[in-house]
């Protein structure tokens, strides 16, 4: 498989949540979609390439548990990312 740029690579499942949804590419047609990825990318990476800073990536779930920004994605990993959460 190649990622981005021919580079091998990764593809990852994304759910983004609230006010995250905006980040979603235009040819994403549901509530999640896949994103390719460079082999070895981060949460931060893709982060990154979503165009959302840290700040608004409250919570990121891959393969189910809660990961730091340096986790290094695997092949087929389901990412989902929640904003902040308010409430009162």
């Known amino acids: 498989m190649t990622g981005v740029i021919g580079l091998p690579g990764i593809l990852v499942r994304v759910k983004l949540f609230a006010s995250l949804r905006r980040h979603r590419p235009a040819s994403a047609a549901g509530p999640d979609f896949v994103q390719s990825l460079t082999s070895g990318s981060t949460v931060e990476a893709l982060l990154e390439q979503l165009g959302i800073n840290g700040a608004e990536a409250a919570i990121v779930l891959a393969g189910g548990?809660?990961?730091?920004?340096?986790?290094?994605?695997?092949?087929g990993d389901e990412v989902a990312i929640f904003p902040p959460m308010g409430g009162g």
Do not use: F, N, S
């Open 65 to 75: 548990e809660r990961r730091d920004p340096g986790y290094p994605l695997k092949d």
